[in-house]
Nanobody, 119 residues
Framework: VQLQASGGGLVQPGGSLTLSCAAS????????IGWFRQAPGKGREGVSC???????NYKEFVKGRFTMSRDNAKNTVTLQMNSLKPQDTAVYYC??????????????WGQGTLVTVSS
């Protein structure tokens, strides 16, 4: 049972990145999958999630800029991040578990991928 997050990097403000989270050992669409982030010196916070029936939820600070999707054939989820801001700089993690989206128990966490938004 494992999640592998990838796609982070350095991007200028206003730019875009796509994060991916690939699962092995279980089927993503059986669970709630969340993206979380932890900025330097701050606690971890939820960003977005997708439920087993495909419903998505976004925190207010990313609404209209980030889009989460799931590819059942590839057993992956992606987080398309547009109009990135310096305050989006953080290590991003994907996690799998149960509802509720952000506070439910998560049984698997990806290793994290660093997103740096800077000019």
């Amino acid at each position: 049972v494992q999640l592998q997050a990838s796609g982070g990097g350095l991007v200028q403000p206003g730019g875009s990145l796509t994060l991916s989270c690939a699962a092995s050992g279980f089927t993503l669409d059986d669970y709630v999958i969340g993206w979380f982030r932890q900025a330097p010196g701050k606690g971890r916070e939820g960003v977005s999630c997708i439920t087993s029936d495909g419903m998505t939820n976004y925190k207010e600070f990313v609404k209209g800029r980030f889009t989460m999707s799931r590819d059942n054939a590839k057993n992956t989820v992606t987080l398309q991040m547009n109009s990135l801001k310096p305050q989006d700089t953080a290590v991003y993690y994907c996690a799998a578990g149960w509802a509720p989206c952000y506070s439910g128990v998560k049984f698997s966490w990806g290793q994290g991928t660093l997103v740096t938004v800077s000019s």
